[in-house]
T-cell receptor, first 112, second 111 residues
Framework: QKEVEQNSGPLSVPEGAIASLNCTYS??????FFWYRQYSGKSPELIMS????GDKEDGRFTAQLNKASQYVSLLIRDSQPSDSATYLC????????????FGKGTKLSVIP | DGGITQSPKYLFRKEGQNVTLSCEQN?????MYWYRQDPGQGLRLIYY???????QKGDIAEGYSVSREKKESFPLTVTSAQKNPTAFYLC??????????FGPGTRLTVL
C-alpha cells in the first residue's frame, strides 16, 4: 500500500514568516512529486512539481526533495494571509505511472 | 481559454438513482481522471483513462462507471450500487504521465 503522510495541522505562522510543510512517502521507486494548494470549497491547484533531489524555487515557493530519506517539503517565504489554505502533497510512483497518491493535506493559517 | 470544465457544480441524488457527472477538457491532454474527496480525507482515485476507449479502475471503483468515447470528455456515472456517494468529485487531466490539472469539481449530495 503506497502511503503519503502529512501533518494535518493546523500550522499557524505570522504574516511575513516562512511556512514549512513536510511530506513523507513509502514507495521507494517514486519519481515525481507535486504540491497542490486547495482553498476551502475549491479544487486543488498545482503550485510546484519536483523530480530531482535538491531544491526548486518558484517565486516565494521552494520545494525540496530527498529521495534517500523519502521526504519532500514546501517552503513558503514571506507568508501572506492569502496563502492560508490546505496544501496537498502528491506522489507519482514509478516510470510511466499515471496514479497519483495524495496525502490528506496540511492546513496552513497565516495570521495578519 | 484552455481548461477543464465540470458540470453541474451541485447535484442532488435520491436513493436508488443513477447520476452522471460531466467532465470536458480542451487542453489536448491524453489522460483523464476522476477522484473523490471526503472531509478530512485525501483524494482517492476512482477511474482513469490514458487514451480514448480505454480506462482503468482506481482504488475505489465499486459503484461507479465511466466512458471515454472522445479525447475531450470523460463522464462519470454514480450508480445506485454506490452506498455512500455524498462527496466532492474532482476531474483532472494530464499530458501523458505528468502534472495533473483539476476542474472546479461537482459536489454530490444524497437526499
Amino acid at each position: 500500500q503506497k502511503e503519503v503522510e502529512q501533518n494535518s495541522g493546523p500550522l499557524s505562522v505570522p504574516e511575513g514568516a516562512i511556512a514549512s510543510l513536510n511530506c513523507t512517502y513509502s514507495d521507494r521507486v517514486s519519481q515525481s512529486f507535486f504540491w497542490y494548494r486547495q482553498y476551502s470549497g475549491k479544487s486543488p491547484e498545482l503550485i510546484m512539481s519536483i523530480y530531482s533531489n535538491g531544491d526548486k524555487e518558484d517565486g516565494r515557493f521552494t520545494a525540496q526533495l530527498n529521495k534517500a530519506s523519502q521526504y519532500v517539503s514546501l517552503l513558503i517565504r514571506d507568508s501572506q494571509p492569502s496563502d492560508s489554505a490546505t496544501y496537498l502533497c502528491a506522489v507519482l510512483s514509478g516510470a510511466g505511472s499515471y496514479q497519483l497518491t495524495f496525502g490528506k493535506g496540511t492546513k496552513l493559517s497565516v495570521i495578519p | 481559454d484552455g481548461g477543464i470544465t465540470q458540470s453541474p457544480k451541485y447535484l442532488f441524488r435520491k436513493e436508488g438513482q443513477n447520476v452522471t457527472l460531466s467532465c470536458e477538457q480542451n487542453l489536448n491532454h491524453d489522460a483523464m481522471y476522476w477522484y473523490r474527496q471526503d472531509p478530512g480525507q485525501g483524494l482517492r482515485l476512482i477511474y482513469y483513462s490514458q487514451i480514448v476507449n480505454d480506462f482503468q479502475k482506481g482504488d475505489i471503483a465499486e459503484g461507479y462507471s465511466v466512458s471515454r468515447e472522445k479525447k475531450e470528455s470523460f463522464p462519470l456515472t454514480v450508480t445506485s450500487a454506490q452506498k455512500n456517494p455524498t462527496a466532492f468529485y474532482l476531474c483532472a487531466s494530464s499530458k501523458e504521465y505528468n502534472e495533473q490539472f483539476f476542474g472546479p469539481g461537482t459536489r454530490l449530495t444524497v437526499l
